[in-house]
C-alpha cells in the first residue's frame, strides 16, 4: 500500500494530458525501472515495459492501462488576459468553473476558468446545468501583450487537483483515470516472482485513450500478446445512482461481462478468483466498455481480452475520488492471473 500511496502521489502530479504522456517519461521509469528487464517507448507516446519469466517460450501477457488524462487546450488569447479553450478530451463541463488550472505555455501560468456571479446570471442561464466549454475562459491576470509572449494557440492547460487522502481509505486527485490502474499493474509486478509467472509480462502504459484509444492497439499489434487485460476506471457508485451502471467503492475491483471482451477468458479468471477466494465485483457492459479493449480485441487477427476496473467517483474532474483499497484489490488480482497457466483460465 506504501508503493501505491506514494505512486499514485506522483503520478497525479504530472501533467500528461491526451497527446502530451512524454512529459512524464522521466518520472515514470525513475520510479519503476527497478521492476523491469526491458523499458522502451514509442514515437505515439506509449511506454513498454517487460519483465520476462523463468520459462523459455513463455506466452505473453499484455496489461494496459493508459497515462493520458482530459484537459484543454488554448483556442485564441483575448483582451483582460483571458484564453478561450477547448476540451481535450471527455470534461464534465459543469464543474469547472472556478476551477484552477496551469496553463504549459513557454512558462507555466497559473490561472481560474471565470464564472458568472449568481447575482449576475440571467433567468435563460439559470435553467442550463452543463455549460458549453465556448462560454468558459480561463483568466490569467496578464495583459494580452504580455500573455502573447508567453502562450500560444494549442499550448494544453491542465486542471489542477491535488492528491489528497480522505478518510476510509479513499483518496482524491485530478487524474486518477486512469493512473489508479497504472499504479495497480506496477504494484502487481512488482510484487511478481519470476519463479512463479507463467507469462512474459508486458505492461503498456498508453497514449491517447481519452481521445481516441490509438495507443493501446499499436502497441498490441507489435507485441502481438497471447492475451490481453486491459486495465480502467469505472464507475464508483454514489447516491442516486442505478445499480446496475456503477460498482462499489470499497468491495474490489470489478470485472467486466462485454461483447467485445474474451467469453471463455472472462469466465476462466472469474473461477480462478472463485477457487483462491479473491474477492470482485461484476459489471455487464454489453457493447461498448469505452476502454481500450475495443481496439485491442480486434488488432491483427484478434486478441483474446479482459477488462478489469477499479471504482472511481466525480470522473473526468479535478476531484476524481476512489478507495485505495481497491488498486490493492486490483493488483492482487493482476498478480493471480500471471501465476496461473493459461490452459487453466
Not at 510484487?191 to 492497439?217: I, L, N, P, R
Amino acid at each position: 500500500m506504501d508503493f501505491i500511496r506514494k505512486a499514485l502521489k506522483e503520478l497525479c502530479s504530472l501533467m500528461t494530458l491526451s497527446g502530451y504522456e512524454k512529459r512524464g517519461k522521466k518520472r515514470l521509469f525513475d520510479l519503476v525501472s527497478p521492476y523491469f528487464d526491458e523499458m522502451t517507448e514509442d514515437s505515439f507516446g506509449n511506454f513498454v515495459f517487460i519483465k520476462r519469466c523463468l520459462k523459455k517460450n513463455a506466452p505473453k501477457l499484455m496489461m494496459d492501462a493508459h497515462f493520458d488524462t482530459v484537459g484543454m487546450m488554448v483556442t485564441d488569447i483575448l483582451e483582460g488576459g483571458f484564453l478561450s479553450v477547448v476540451n481535450i478530451g471527455g470534461l464534465d463541463t459543469r464543474i469547472l468553473p472556478s476551477s484552477e488550472v496551469t496553463v504549459y505555455g513557454k512558462e507555466e501560468i497559473y490561472g481560474l476558468i471565470s464564472s458568472i456571479p449568481p447575482h449576475l446570471t440571467r433567468k435563460s442561464r439559470e435553467k442550463r446545468s452543463n455549460p458549453k466549454i465556448e462560454e468558459l475562459y480561463v483568466d490569467t491576470g496578464y495583459s494580452k501583450e504580455e500573455l502573447e509572449k508567453i502562450v500560444s494557440v494549442g499550448d494544453p492547460i491542465f486542471i489542477k487537483g491535488e492528491y489528497t487522502e480522505l478518510l476510509n481509505g479513499y483518496a482524491s486527485a485530478s487524474g486518477l483515470d486512469d493512473k489508479a490502474c497504472v499504479c495497480a499493474v506496477f504494484d502487481a509486478v512488482r510484487q511478481m516472482e519470476k519463479s512463479k509467472m507463467e507469462y512474459d509480462v508486458y505492461v503498456t502504459v498508453s497514449a491517447q485513450e481519452e481521445t481516441g484509444k490509438c495507443g493501446a492497439a499499436m502497441c498490441a499489434y507489435a507485441i502481438k500478446p497471447d492475451i490481453a487485460i486491459i486495465t480502467d476506471v469505472n464507475f464508483g457508485s454514489s447516491e442516486g445512482d442505478n445499480e446496475f451502471e456503477t460498482v462499489k467503492c470499497g468491495k474490489g475491483a470489478a470485472i467486466d461481462v462485454s461483447s467485445l471482451s474474451d467469453r471463455r477468458l472472462t469466465r476462466g479468471i472469474m473461477k480462478l478468483l472463485d477457487r483462491e477466494n479473491i474477492p470482485y465485483q461484476v459489471i455487464c457492459e454489453p457493447t461498448n466498455t469505452g476502454t481500450n479493449n475495443e481496439l485491442v480485441s480486434v488488432t491483427g487477427l484478434g486478441i483474446p481480452t479482459v477488462v478489469m476496473s477499479v471504482p472511481l467517483r466525480s470522473m473526468h474532474t479535478p476531484v476524481e475520488t476512489l478507495n485505495i483499497n481497491d488498486i490493492s484489490s486490483l493488483s492482487n488480482v493482476l498478480k493471480t492471473v500471471a501465476y496461473t497457466e493459461m490452459e487453466a483460465l
